[in-house]
């Protein structure tokens, strides 16, 4: 470790969550703080995108990866955030739908820079709708 032993860096661990998981006592020492600082910025932090945002998109993400305990993890995480069932169900319901797409257009091997510039006149489309 760079800076805090094993102890110091458990027992901030164990401050903000309770109890130092199994899976952070397992990180080697030399990694464990700087996993703890990515963990506690990215997953507890405020950061650009909200928590309980973070938290759903984990949620839609780990719906198709089908970790188990990711989306366990992140599921609890989004209500402890706020989320709920509903949002929660929208955002699996999402990542399905767009799974979807995405598999449908590689499939047909859609031509990109057609795709692109589609996309960029429904953009045209829809901003000069609005106003």
């Given at each position: ?19 130092v998981?199994h ?34 998109i984990?949620?839609?993400?780990h719906s ?47 031509d ?20």
């Amino acid at each position: 470790m760079t800076g805090r032993n094993r102890g110091e860096v458990e027992a901030e661990i164990k401050e903000a969550l309770g109890l130092v998981p199994h899976f952070f006592s397992r990180i080697p020492d030399d990694l464990l703080e700087h996993e703890w600082a990515i963990f506690k910025k990215l997953e507890l932090g405020e950061t650009l995108i909200p928590n309980k945002y973070k938290e759903l998109i984990g949620v839609g993400l780990h719906s198709e990866t089908k970790c188990h305990y990711c989306t366990l993890f992140h599921t609890e995480a989004a209500k402890l955030f706020g989320a709920t069932d509903e949002e929660i169900q929208e955002a699996v319901h999402y990542a399905k739908t767009s799974l979807g797409w995405s598999a449908y257009i590689n499939g047909i091997r859609e031509d990109y820079d057609a795709f692109a510039q589609e996309l960029e006149q429904i953009k045209d489309y829809i901003k000069s709708s609005a106003g």
